[in-house]
């Protein structure tokens, strides 16, 4: 392979045995990094392994589900021995247990928290531990979404996951920065498994299979593409190039590239000896008209060519 911007440098990925996280490994291994994928399943990390090593990548797979400090030493471990270092570290694992509030177990909440949470903390942790005791200037990036930005119905528990990485990610922006590490979050919006079943995508991802562009409607308007629209910010935020940034919570999808920003005051009023309940009652909601914040992210209605088959 020819020189690349990755060229030398050594990436692990969890939860890339397909989806997403398959996609950023793919595009990181081909701009010439060795890559560690992760998986929990043994045959889909070995296909995933191929995939790259038959293009002339480097790749070996570490099988193991994420969540605890067993797993994340694993995968550090495992990226030292198969290629001597450690550079990048992309948290991208993640499940799903989508219901709504009443109907969620403390088993839903507790494994959603426990992958995309605690893995990012713990893998995070461990690869920060290596660049520190060895001092490598990594790259650790985090995979957020607009659900944990604007919240969504039936997830409370991914909300509260996502949310709280890009939290963790400002935080270890700041705690990093004297060894030279960079933290980020990556806030995707692209056709994966769970959006094939989303009637409101049907366009788009019927036209991504078919191996046809997407309708620029969901490309531009919506921001919504393909994982490899997505992996292009990934592959840049391990770079070299993109030494300077850290700390940011950063959105792709289709066409369009957003920077999010920190939860800001957008009113501030002042009454002399604190605000009593009497004072609120009387002016509260005249204080708060017109700044109310939605929630739930505001979609525009589908062009009418673009709705799904009624079937």
């Known amino acids: 392979m020819t020189a690349t911007p990755l060229e030398g440098k050594v990436a692990i990925v969890t939860g890339s045995g397909q989806g997403l996280g398959l996609a950023y490994a793919q595009t990181l291994a081909r701009y010439g990094a060795a890559v560690v994928i992760n998986d929990v399943n043994q045959e889909t990390a070995d296909a995933a392994v191929e995939s790259i090593t038959s293009q002339g990548g480097k790749a070996v797979a570490v099988v193991a589900p994420v969540g605890d400090t067993e797993a994340a030493t694993a995968l550090v471990q495992g990226a030292v021995e198969a290629f001597g270092h450690l550079d990048i570290l992309v948290n991208n694992a993640g499940v799903l247990r989508d219901k709504s509030l ?6 839903d909440f507790d494994v959603v928290i426990k ?3 605690r893995g990012t903390f713990t893998c995070s942790r461990e690869a920060y531990r290596y660049f520190k005791e060895n001092g490598v200037a990594g790259r650790i990036i985090a995979i957020g979404s607009p659900t944990g930005q604007y919240g969504n119905f039936g997830q409370t528990n991914y909300a509260a996951a996502k949310a709280g990485i ?3 990610i400002r935080t270890f922006a700041l705690e990093m920065k004297k060894a030279g590490v960079t933290a980020n979050a990556v ?3 692209a056709a994966t498994a769970m959006t094939k ?3 409101f995508f049907q366009k788009a991802v019927e036209a ?3 191996g046809e562009a997407m309708p620029a409607f969901f490309r531009h308007e919506l921001g919504f593409g393909t994982a490899e629209d997505v992996a292009g910010l990934i592959t840049w935020l391990a770079s070299d190039d993109a030494a300077d940034v850290s700390g940011q919570a ?3 999808g289709g066409d369009r590239l957003q920077l999010f920003s920190h ?3 957008l009113v501030t009023e002042y009454r002399e000896g604190g605000w009593t309940y009497e004072a609120l009652a009387e002016q509260a909601k005249g204080l708060f008209e017109g700044n109310w914040q939605t929630v739930g992210e505001m979609i525009p209605e589908l062009p009418a060519d673009m709705r799904p088959e009624q079937r």
């Open 166 to 168: 890009v939290g963790m």
């Open 263 to 265: 939860p800001t005051p």
């Open 102 to 107: 009443l109907k969620m177990t403390d088993e």
């Open 197 to 199: 079943t989303v009637p």
């Open 250 to 252: 950063i959105g792709a």
């Open 208 to 210: 991504d299979e078919r």
């Open 115 to 117: 992958v995309h949470l």
């Open 187 to 189: 806030i995707p919006v």
